[in-house]
């Protein structure tokens, strides 16, 4: 039996998101069923609809969510109907080359639903393959990440994008240790959410760089010693200022631009670590003289997901969480309504908040 479910999708390319009903077939062998209860407006969901990820719309947006698996197919054992759950797009697969070499993290053959979800008979591609702002999406089970119910949704939901990408991509992919000193440029979710994971680190110095001043006085509640306003001033100049003329150790970018990259690469120290998070459009080109590349020694890095192992990692954010060290509250900005998510992608890209978060 399908389920006729409120959702909501992206059409076409730049096209206001409709909010319709689709079906979404019962789970078969190896799914799930989620009732979702939460999920947050990342700024990947307006790149789907920007169509700056690729071309197979319609989308089925939304994918940073929590719910309670109400059902389960055939096979499935780790996730039962009732349980809470944060969705991940991660279910490693175990067989590929990396996960077979004991890096699952990196798994290249991640599981999704195998069914279709659709829209008047036409099949709908789910952002990550999730698609979470609806009021019930299906997944492959082991994107179904059992958590601690006693979390509020809307605050546990964050974990299974932002939050992750940007505490991991401080914490797994730059490996941020006690005493260093972190630039982050981009201050939105995932920003700040790598700023919270540097703090968690012991790094000693955490420079903010955003072109809001709101944003950086908010980066300062995750973390942040320092602000710089990239509009005002020169960052590379300031964040070397700041560092006894050196740069950082670990230069974070998370914005998704050339400029903000090269400012990352510039800003670094001596074999220090760039890590790309912010995520570019097909078009974009970055040009760096190789003997910088070379002479600076370090590494630069792209971070997926923070380098997430969903099953080792939500748990365990959600016990920070619950200890008072983890500020995740601080993301959520307001909750919305199902209804309300081109007006929270406007709200995004006039800076006004870090997450809106749709409640059902
Ligand atoms: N790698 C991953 O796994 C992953 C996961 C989630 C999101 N993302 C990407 O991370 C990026 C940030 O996502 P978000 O949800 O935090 O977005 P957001 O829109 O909330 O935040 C972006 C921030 O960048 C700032 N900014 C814009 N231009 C700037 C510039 N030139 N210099 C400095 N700051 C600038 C904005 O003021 C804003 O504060 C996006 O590209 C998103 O697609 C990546
Ligand atoms: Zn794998
Ligand atoms: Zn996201």
């Known amino acids: 039996m399908a389920h006729k479910v409120k959702a909501v999708i992206a059409r076409s390319k730049g096209a206001p998101v409709e909010l319709v009903e689709i079906d979404v077939p019962d789970p078969g062998p190896g799914e799930a069923l989620i009732d979702i209860k939460a999920c947050g407006v990342c700024h990947t969901d307006l790149h789907y609809r920007e169509g700056a990820i690729n071309d197979e719309f319609p989308f089925l947006l939304g994918h940073e969510a929590s719910g309670i698996v109400e059902a389960v197919g055939e096979g499935v054992t780790d996730v039962a109907p009732g349980d809470f759950v944060i969705l991940n797009w991660r279910a490693v697969c175990g067989e590929c080359r990396s996960c077979k070499r004991g890096k699952p993290q990196i798994c290249f053959n991640t599981h999704n639903a195998t069914q279709k979800m659709t829209l008047d008979g036409v099949e709908l591609s789910p952002a990550l393959g999730i698609g979470a702002f609806a009021e019930k999406t299906l ?12 979390v509020r949704p809307e605050v546990a939901g964050l974990i299974g994008c932002g939050v992750m990408a940007g505490l991991g991509a401080a914490l797994n992919t730059g490996n941020v240790g006690r005493g260093d000193s972190v ?6 979710g995932v920003g700040d959410a790598a700023i919270e994971g540097a ?13 809001d001043d709101t ?3 908010w980066a300062k509640n995750f973390g942040a010693t320092h602000t710089v306003n990239s509009t005002r001033e020169d960052p590379i100049e300031a964040i070397r200022a700041l560092t ?6 670990v230069a974070i970018e998370a914005v998704g631009l050339p400029v903000t990259y090269e400012q990352a ?9 760039v890590v790309l998070v912010g995520v570019p459009n097909p078009e974009m080109k ?4 190789l003997i910088e590349v070379f002479g600076r020694g370090g ?3 792209s971070s997926w997901y923070g380098d997430c192992l969903p099953s080792r990692d939500f748990p365990m954010l959600i016990d920070l969480y619950q200890q008072g060290r983890l500020n995740l509250d601080g993301f959520v900005s307001e909750t919305i309504g199902i209804d309300a998510v081109e007006e929270a992608f406007h709200k995004m890209e006039r800076g006004e908040v870090l997450r809106s978060v749709v409640v059902l």
Do not use: M, W
Not at 205 to 211: L, P, Q, R
Not at 244 to 249: A, C, E, P, R, T
Not at 265 to 273: E, I, N, P, S
């Open 139 to 150: 997944v492959h089970a082991g994107q179904a990440t059992k958590v601690d119910p006693s």
């Open 183 to 188: 630039a982050v440029f981009g201050c939105g």
């Open 199 to 211: 703090r968690i680190a012991g790094a000693s110095t955490i420079i903010a760089v955003d072109v």
């Open 215 to 217: 944003k950086l006085e």
């Open 244 to 249: 006894d003329g050196n740069g950082v150790d």
């Open 265 to 273: 690469f510039y800003a670094r120290d001596l074999a220090g670590t």
């Open 286 to 289: 970055i040009e760096l003289p």
């Open 299 to 301: 590494s630069l890095k």
